[in-house]
């Protein structure tokens, strides 16, 4: 089973499907949406299918740049934020709520950064996803 919700790779997502699988979690994944939208223009939607095991998932982008990634999944998603590490060190330095701040800290180290994933089900969890987004644009 992918981590996604959508996992035909002949099939991209609908409007309709992901919101009939989002359920009660439409409304944040349309916030995100819309926040980043609005406070970092110009942000470019992207679908993309990155296999049988992760499934199809939205990008946000900023010219070749993603911002953040946005993974379908029953009744919620995963937001997902790879932060370089002068961005963990502004962020950390700039004071992260403690919730964002643990999640950095747990995230694993890779080249391209840390990957951080968020569930976010509820509108506190969209907010440390926005609180991330922000550690990663400034």
Known sequence: MALSAFDDKGHRPEAAELTGVLADSAPLWSRLVTHLGKSYPPITEEWGFTGAKYGWSLRLKRKDRVVLYLTPQTGG????????????????????SARAAALV??????????????????EDDAAVVEELVAAKMA
Do not use: S
């Open 105 to 122: 800290e747990a995230a694993p180290r890779y080249a391209e950064g840390r990957g951080i994933r968020v569930e976010v089900a509820a």
């Open 77 to 96: 998603f995963i937001a997902g934020v790879v932060l370089g590490e002068k961005a963990v060190a502004a962020a950390l330095g700039r004071g992260l």
